[in-house]
């Protein structure tokens, strides 16, 4: 029996997960990042008795608690080192949790639990090695290798969305150019469709809109490619060509068995996987070597939780 | 006591290892790739009988043979599925070495050979975690994960010379455009002075080769660099630039605790790794994170021998 707990900037899920990896237990509570982290973690703590309380399950029987934070943590100590979302610097929540429950306790990125997620009960199942790539308003990394979660020796591998893949027209968050997800995020193509927009092309979008460019998602870009719109397809082809250098890149360097598209642009399902692979077969310099297979994630709104139960089974 | 075995396109180094990495005895001989595989490994049998005869030490105390090629290799088969240099494709090297001495043989690239032999005997001695990148003709990669090589799920990981990190005037060997060598290796700096210097620019460099610009390698672009001629400055800033975009964005898919700068031009030393040192610091966009460090190769003309022959011992 685990705990995983998936922070987010909005709420904190938590649940109780059986060995065969069954959700037994789910609650959640709104972040309030704006409290401050002793405060949250109070809260945690809190939650946790609550969801011991209500299984009725002995304490004993928990053997670890999972934690996935949207952010940097250390690998050894687990301290999170910094997490934008939440305005956390330098917080060690492993210990507090540690010591008040008495069992192991691992935190580690969001993105790498959506890893250990679907290497347990999702795309990545049956893999020994595996890179999930998530598509949102970021793109972030969960990297898994000899079936165990990746992070590097200072916790800052797997940060897939900063690998430089070209020059674009803007920089990153970063204050970088060229950044994957200055391409490739649902904020990056948002911001080209827009630009493209503003310029004077004409598109389906601005229908689907009624002209409030402000509008414009990720959603509506893809329902515009998939009807055929000119600049929508133009927004997702060069997204697409973005993504399958870095894919090639990922293979150049850790070449996995298996890549999981995740993150919300993912619902964008067949019409952008087709596309996705097309590409990354272009792109792959030696032809007669196999590479990673590209797959759609396929865990579900629970994956944060059962993740972060599992970082006790595969933490690297 | 080790065998290793360093097959170059132009000879095949040998040796015998004992368990503190002393090279205690070695020979070469030319690899002749003309006279066709067959014959070659037939050729690298004898060897091998050879040095057991010569060092009087008896087969059975050889406890494993490593072979270093210059090429990709299948991780669990050995089979080297495609060296170029060589002119092989699809070799089972390993089974044919293996049924003659009944001695485990390990097959591996040497580049990632060559980061065995700095994790063994080098600058990645004492880590857990590193990544070679050879800066020669082509820019190769010898990656160290958990004390193992890594040459990922098919054999194509790790070669980091083929990471796309920008576009570039010229396409690479590989088809495609922007791959880290064609900024980084010595034929892509010898490509740009020359260009540079073909465009007009009046250069140093041209005094040093007398005016025969077909004479311009490395050596003497570093040494008009360090001398202070500004087209040699531009062709190795430039190189430095793409080099460090390629560090950081290992440091963003893998995080190792060190990276070892080896090949024909870190003969350059101290002028190229403090130029690139700024260059990564300036790049990193974790500023509150430490990351790898970088550092020179130190291993000496036998590496590829000592590496082949700790295949054994870090075969991932």
């Not at 790539?133 to 972030?140: A, D, M, Q, S």
């Not at 797997?158 to 994957?180: A, D, F, K, P």
């Not at 996705?276 to 865990?299: C, D, H, M, P």
């Amino acid at each position: 029996m685990y705990i995983g707990i998936d922070i987010g900037g909005t709420n904190i899920g938590i649940g109780m997960v059986d060995n065969e990896n069954n959700l037994i237990y789910k609650d959640s509570i709104p972040t309030r990042c704006e409290s401050g982290y002793r405060e949250i973690i109070k809260n945690i703590i809190d939650l946790i008795y609550k969801v011991i309380n209500c299984t009725g399950i002995h304490k004993t029987e928990v053997k670890g608690i999972g934690i996935g934070i949207p952010g940097i943590v250390e690998p050894k100590s687990g301290i999170i080192i910094d997490s934008v979302n939440l305005k956390w610097k330098n917080v060690k929540i492993m210990d507090e949790i540690e010591n008040e429950f008495g069992v192991p306790v691992y935190v580690g990125n969001d993105a790498t639990v959506a890893g250990v997620a679907e290497l347990e009960v999702g795309a990545m199942k049956g893999y020994n090695s595996g890179v999930l790539i998530t598509l949102g308003t970021g793109v972030g990394g969960g990297i898994i290798i000899n079936g165990n979660t990746y992070d590097g020796s200072n916790g800052i591998g797997s940060e897939i969305g900063h690998m430089i893949v070209g020059e674009n027209y803007y920089n990153c968050n970063c204050g970088r150019n060229g950044c994957l997800e200055t391409f490739c995020s649902s904020t990056a193509i948002i911001n080209y469709a827009t630009k493209l927009i503003e310029e004077g092309c004409n598109s389906l979008m601005l229908e689907y809109v009624e002209d409030d460019i402000k509008r414009i998602d990720g959603r509506i870009i893809f329902k515009a490619a998939e009807n055929g719109d000119n600049v929508a397809c133009e927004v997702v082809d060069r997204m697409v060509k973005y993504l399958s250098i870095g894919i090639v890149n990922v293979i150049s360097i850790i070449d996995p068995e298996v890549f999981v598209i995740g993150g919300g642009l993912s619902a964008s399902g067949d019409f952008l996987l087709s596309k996705i692979r097309q590409q990354v077969l272009a792109n792959t310099y030696f032809k007669e070597v196999e590479t990673g297979r590209v797959v759609l994630s396929n865990i579900g709104n629970d994956g944060g939780i059962i993740g972060a139960a599992n970082l006790c089974k595969h933490h690297g």
